[in-house]
T-cell receptor, first 115, second 111 residues
Framework: EAGVVQSPRYKIIEKKQPVAFWCNPI?????LYWYLQNLGQGPELLIRYENEEAVDDSQLPKDRFSAERLKGVDSTLKIQPAELGDSAVYLCASSLGQGSADTQYFGPGTRLTVL | KQEVTQIPAALSVPEGENLVLNCSFTDSAIYNLQWFRQDPGKGLTSLLL?????REQTSGRLNASLDKSSGRSTLYIAASQPGDSATYLC??????????FGSGTQLTVLP
């Protein structure tokens, strides 16, 4: 079974440029998450989707970040414009969404460098 | 707000040793606790998940325990191997199913 797929794996852009990340979750997983991970720290949740509905986006900086999950499968996370402080790894995860035994499966992440 | 702390931040042991990684959390109202492994440049791999009603889970050489009342969990690794070298992350899930992660313990097992 294929795992969570993310692209690109690496992205280098100049500040003020836009950037987009793509995620394809495990087939059948209704819940999709986007996390941000800074060096030496654990991931922090940006947004969680149940099918195509964003049910928790309280940590998403809405002035520059946006996300969508069309048809409840693939998802894209966009930053416009990017700032130096956005340099980090952006992780996508998915799960079946089954109560207290729900395990999240993570993709390899996209490492963003903003110059 | 839930806070998760992992001690130590880094650990280096010789091959074959048994070791314990520690995790503490501030809010005991959790759904579950998970231990993840992260290799350099890679995503996270789930190792063990302990539901709030459980006390421990085992998988091979790994054993994780949960004491909700004291807000603590431990990950025990038996007979460590160089291939166990990675960063180990503890995460707790609340009713909103939001995972709150610790900063991790970077483990190095020396041959």
């Amino acid at each position: 079974e294929a795992g969570v797929v993310q692209s690109p794996r690496y992205k280098i852009i100049e500040k003020k440029q836009p950037v987009a990340f793509w995620c394809n979750p495990i087939s059948g997983h209704n819940t999709l998450y986007w996390y941000l991970q800074n060096l030496g720290q654990g991931p922090e949740l940006l947004i969680r989707y149940e099918n195509e509905e964003a049910v928790d986006d309280s940590q998403l900086p809405k002035d520059r970040f946006s996300a969508e999950r069309l048809k409840g499968v693939d998802s894209t996370l966009k930053i416009q414009p990017a700032e130096l402080g956005d340099s980090a790894v952006y992780l996508c995860a998915s799960s079946l969404g089954q109560g207290s035994a729900d395990t999240q499966y993570f993709g390899p992440g996209t490492r963003l460098t903003v110059l | 707000k839930q806070e998760v702390t992992q001690i130590p931040a880094a650990l280096s042991v010789p091959e074959g040793e048994n070791l314990v990684l520690n995790c503490s959390f501030t809010d005991s109202a959790i759904y579950n606790l998970q231990w993840f492994r992260q290799d350099p440049g890679k995503g996270l791999t789930s190792l063990l998940l302990i539901q709030s009603s459980q006390r421990e889970q085992t998988s091979g050489r790994l054993n994780a325990s949960l004491d909700k009342s004291s807000g603590r969990s431990t990950l025990y690794i038996a007979a460590s191997q160089p291939g166990d070298s990675a960063t180990y992350l503890c995460a707790v899930s609340g009713s909103a199913r939001q995972l709150t992660f610790g900063s991790g313990t970077q483990l190095t097992v020396l041959p």
